[in-house]
């Protein structure tokens, strides 16, 4: 049973190449992170946004539908991506241990960054 399952999740990975969305999602994430952050600005999303957050939706309720939600969020995150939402991680560690006197790891890396 385990086995068949398996497989069926590697024939569904071949036949979905999730790594071809990559560009796209990045193109995506840049316009999301230039929406104005107002709340009480209005702003209308451009077609190409729209059709983008569509598109992603879709492709994450088919992952999770077919069992690969965890391979389709490996393929749309980058190294670049990790290293710097990591970088971010420690540094809010750092700050909340240097707040409670409490020196760790992170709060020596934080010391010697530049």
Not at 2 to 15: D, G, H, I, Y
Not at 33 to 43: A, E, G, W
């Given at each position: 049973?385990?086995?068949?399952?398996?497989?069926?999740?590697?024939?569904?990975?071949?036949?979905c190449e999730l790594t071809l969305l990559r560009p796209l999602w990045q193109l995506f994430m840049s316009m999301?992170?230039?929406?104005?952050?107002?709340?009480?600005?209005?702003?209308?999303?451009?077609?190409?946004?729209?059709?983008?957050?569509?598109?992603?939706f879709i492709a994450e309720a088919r992952a999770i539908k077919q069992g690969i939600l965890q391979d389709y969020l490996l393929a749309m995150t980058t190294d670049e991506l990790l290293l710097s939402h990591t970088s971010m991680a420690l540094k809010n560690i750092a700050a909340i241990s240097l707040a409670i006197s409490y020196p760790n790891k992170s709060t020596k890396l934080l010391n010697m960054a530049p």
């Open positions: 049973c385990f086995t068949a399952s398996l497989q069926a999740r590697e024939e569904v990975k071949r036949a999301e992170n230039n929406l104005n952050k107002d709340p009480t600005s209005i702003s209308v999303l451009l077609p190409l946004h729209r059709a983008l957050t569509e598109l992603f």
